[in-house]
C-alpha cells in the first residue's frame, strides 16, 4: 500500500561533489535511484517537491527537476495529479498471453484494485456488431474499469459481452477479473487475437491515470473466443507506459 509521508534523506546529499566533472543532476538522480533500491524510501513513498528539495540542497529547481525526471523515465518513480511524485511499487511487466490483467498483477505479488466506471447494456453498432459477431442493434454488455496496482491507477478497460452476461455484478468485478468471472461461469476462453499500440491519452483518460493531456499510452485490442469459436468479449484497454510494459518470447525459425 502506498505510505503518505513525505521521505528526503539528507544524510544521502550531505557530501555532493559541486566541482567535479560529474553533474549535479545525475548525482542526485543517482543517490535517489540507491535510496530506494536498499529501501531507504520505501515503495509509495512521497517525495518533498522540487521547490523544497531545491532549497535543502542548495540546487536550481532545474537540476532537481532533471534528477527525479531520470527516474520517471526509468519506471522508479510516478509523477502523480494532486499528490506528488511517489516511488512505484514496482513496474508492471505482463507476459503476451491470455490472462486477466488481475490475475497478473495477484500472480506477481502486486494488490489489484477495481473501480466500476461503466456497467451498462448498450446497442451494437455496426464495430461492435462485427467484433462480437451479433447483429446491429443487438444488445451487448459493456464494462468500463479502472485498475489500479497497489492504489496506483495503471489502467482504464473498457470490454464488450454478449447480452447473455448482462447478469455479471459489479461486486463479482470489483473482487476479481474479468477472465476468471467468465471461467466461473464455465467459459472455456481458448483463443484471442490481439494488437498492441500506442496512442495519446483521450477524454478523461488522463484523470483517471493521473496522468497530463497528451500523455501517451500503451494501447491492447483484444477478441476472445471460447473453444467452440463464438467470440466472449471484445476490449479496448489503454496501460501507463511508465509503469507497465508488456513482455514476449521470441523463437528464430
Same mark, same amino acid.
Given at each position: ?11 544521502l #546529499?550531505? $557530501? +555532493?561533489?559541486r %566541482? @567535479?566533472?560529474? /553533474? ?10 540507491? =535510496?530506494i533500491?536498499s529501501?531507504?524510501?520505501p ?5 518533498e517537491?522540487?521547490?523544497s528539495?531545491a532549497?535543502?540542497?542548495g ?6 527537476r ?24 514496482g513496474?508492471?511487466?505482463r507476459?503476451v498471453?491470455?490472462?486477466?490483467? #488481475?490475475? $497478473? +498483477?495477484?500472480? %506477481? @505479488?502486486?494488490? /489489484? ?8 447494456v448498450?446497442? =451494437?453498432?455496426?464495430s461492435?456488431?462485427s ?18 496496482t ?6 482504464v478497460?473498457e470490454?464488450f ?12 468485478l ?11 461461469r464455465?467459459v ?5 487475437k490481439q ?11 488522463s ?10 499510452v500503451l494501447?491492447?485490442e ?16 489503454c ?10 518470447t521470441?523463437v528464430?525459425?
Amino acid at each position: 500500500m502506498s505510505d503518505d509521508r513525505t521521505y528526503w534523506p539528507d544524510e544521502l #546529499f550531505a $557530501d +555532493l561533489d559541486r %566541482t @567535479g566533472p560529474v /553533474p549535479l543532476y545525475f548525482q542526485v538522480s543517482s543517490r535517489l535511484e540507491a =535510496a530506494i533500491h536498499s529501501g531507504a524510501i520505501p515503495p509509495g513513498a512521497r517525495l518533498e517537491n522540487e521547490i523544497s528539495i531545491a532549497g535543502r540542497l542548495g540546487l536550481s529547481r532545474p537540476t532537481v527537476r532533471r534528477a527525479i525526471q531520470e527516474l520517471v523515465d526509468r519506471g522508479l518513480l510516478v509523477r502523480r495529479r494532486g499528490i506528488g511524485t511517489q516511488v512505484v511499487q514496482g513496474r508492471v511487466t505482463r507476459p503476451v498471453e491470455l490472462s486477466s490483467l #488481475f490475475e $497478473d +498483477l495477484q500472480s %506477481t @505479488g502486486h494488490e /489489484p484494485g477495481t473501480v466500476i466506471l461503466a456497467h451498462e447494456v448498450v446497442r =451494437a453498432d455496426e464495430s461492435l456488431a462485427s467484433h462480437l459477431g451479433v447483429a446491429v442493434g443487438d444488445d451487448v454488455v459493456r464494462l468500463r474499469r479502472q485498475r489500479t496496482t497497489d492504489g496506483v491507477p495503471v489502467a482504464v478497460l473498457e470490454n464488450f459481452l454478449p447480452a447473455e452476461f448482462a447478469d455479471i455484478t459489479r461486486e463479482q468485478l470489483e473482487s476479481t477479473g474479468l477472465y476468471q468471472v467468465l471461467r466461473a461461469r464455465g467459459v472455456a476462453i481458448r483463443i484471442a487475437k490481439q494488437k498492441i499500440g500506442a496512442r495519446r491519452v483521450q477524454g478523461d483518460e488522463s484523470e483517471l491515470l493521473g496522468i497530463d493531456r497528451g500523455h501517451p499510452v500503451l494501447t491492447v485490442e483484444r477478441v476472445a473466443f471460447d473453444n467452440s469459436g463464438r467470440v466472449i468479449e471484445f476490449g479496448h484497454h489503454c496501460y501507463r507506459p511508465d509503469m507497465y510494459s508488456f513482455e514476449t518470447t521470441l523463437v528464430a525459425k
